[in-house]
């Protein structure tokens, strides 16, 4: 098996990202979308709102309180959804994700990060992915 | 420009904030006009419906708590009816089996236990994290 994706060089410095499936297990609706490799994060997924609403997650809310702390001081209260997540045939699983009030993209944390083998080859700007 | 009058601002908060102000040469107006601008940036996310449904999703966790139950809450329609399931899997499965017999628009799960309150660490700064940078 083998994943390999170009860094986003529309941005300076350039990010490594994901693509990323992410599954209502309601509906069955899936959207791909790039998730940017946040080794900073310590959650799973923090998605946008925009994507909340075209996968008509509040099919899959979950009562449950999550707040973000950005950098130490800003705290942002946080939405948690369940979705299936996907990264092509090295990732399938069920997980609780969440939805930012503020971001403007999907950022990929360490609780998902933590379960891939990833290389981040700068110099060449690739990310892959392996077994 | 607009002239108000603002009840209710907290003292220390004004202080600080008039201090601030004077150090760097800007108006309090000037120091109201940047604070509302960004608060502008916000985007709107309505809440009321989410409290009133925590708040139903509350009661019936005491209630379930006090008689013992456990397992899963799914509330359907912001609290237009309520079922208990034993596992995670059952209370997706259930939403599913709503969602194509009744077209349901919303439901909330919740765990038969007092509401955990977490936090996760997000390394980018606010500008980063919007997109702007």
Known sequence: MKYVEKYDISIAPSQPFLKMGIVNPITNVRLEERAYVDTGFSGSLIITKNVYEKLKLSLIEVDEEYYAIHAGHFITKLKPVIVIVEIGEFYHARKKIFVHPYIGKILVGRDILNELYICLNGPKQILELKD | ?133
């Open chain 2, 1 to 133: 420009m607009r002239n108000i009058f603002v009840r209710g601002i907290d003292e220390n908060v004004y202080r600080e904030v008039k201090a601030r102000a004077a150090l760097l040469g800007i108006t309090l107006s000037e120091v109201v006009n940047m604070a509302l601008k960004e608060w502008l940036k916000k985007p709107v996310i309505i809440e009321n419906s989410g409290r009133d449904v925590r708040r139903i999703v509350d009661r019936l966790v005491d209630e379930y708590l006090a008689k013992g139950v456990k397992g899963y809450i799914v509330v359907f329609n912001r609290g237009e009816r309520h079922i208990v399931c034993r596992s995670l899997d059952e209370a997706i499965d259930s939403i599913r089996k709503a969602y194509v017999e009744e077209k349901i628009y919303s439901a909330v799960i919740r765990e038969i236990k007092p509401r955990p309150v977490k936090f996760l660490e997000i390394g980018g700064g606010m500008l980063e994290i919007r997109g702007e940078i």
